[in-house]
């Protein structure tokens, strides 16, 4: 298994440029989600998944978007990127049953917005 | 503000010591996760403790959680050098879809 793979490694926009982070796990797992990390910090949920078709927002989901249309994929989408938004994203993945369990993290993604 | 907040926020210790890191949290949770973050790198998962257990452990790692006093320790016995790395305490609440993160503790052990 592969585990969780993010895409690209690494990025930078320009001020109000919009991308997609790509996101794939192949353990079958139902609960998917996006965290940014900043600097000496913990990390923050932006958006979360609890199965395909089905979305909700994290601690900071303002300027994101996602959408599951497969178990597989969990995109990240950045509508106008912002200075604010630089940071190193973390996707993850967990099997969902009376809450949120152990969660698979992917490598990461750093992106820097000019 | 954070649901789990870590102490000390910086350890340095020397190889073969023991290294304890805390983490406090505001409301009841489902159970509480550490991980471990190796600079540059994603998080792994180390271990879970439901929130009606007190006790675990997995090989040098032994977890503590006090539901009264909202807090969860996290003790790594004989230290080695690469054990150097942030660790991080996460919360999943009851019945929520979340699992919120502390600020982490860097630890630093000196071979």
């Known amino acids: 298994n592969a585990g969780v793979t993010q895409t690209p490694k690494f990025q930078v926009l320009k001020t109000g440029q919009s991308m997609t982070l790509q996101c794939a796990q192949d353990?079958?797992?139902?609960?998917m989600s996006w965290y940014r990390q900043d600097p000496g910090m913990g990390l923050r949920l932006i958006h979360y998944?609890?199965?395909?078709?089905?979305?909700d927002q994290g601690e900071v989901p303002n300027g994101y978007n996602v959408s599951r249309s497969t178990t597989e994929d969990f995109p990240l989408r950045l509508l106008s990127a912002a200075p604010s938004q630089t940071s190193v994203y973390f996707c993850?993945?967990?099997?969902f049953g009376q809450g949120v369990y152990e969660q698979y993290f992917g490598p990461g993604t750093r992106l820097t917005v000019t | 503000s954070q649901q789990g907040e870590e102490d000390p926020q910086a350890l340095s210790i020397q190889e073969g010591e023991n290294a304890t890191m805390n983490c406090s949290y505001k409301t009841s949770i489902n159970n509480l996760q550490w991980y471990r973050q190796n600079s540059g790198r994603g998080l792994v998962h180390l271990i879970l403790?439901?929130?009606?257990?007190r006790e675990k452990h997995s090989g040098r790692l032994r977890v503590t959680l006090d539901t009264s006093k909202k807090s969860s320790s996290l003790l790594i016995t004989a230290s080695r050098a690469a054990d150097t790395a942030s660790y991080f305490c996460a919360t999943a609440l009851n019945a929520g879809n979340m699992l919120t993160f502390g600020g982490g503790t860097r630890l630093m052990v000196k071979p």
């Open positions: 998944s609890v199965g395909a078709g089905i979305t």
């Open positions: 403790i439901r929130s009606n257990e």
């Open positions: 353990m079958n797992h139902e609960y």
């Open positions: 993850a993945s967990s099997y």
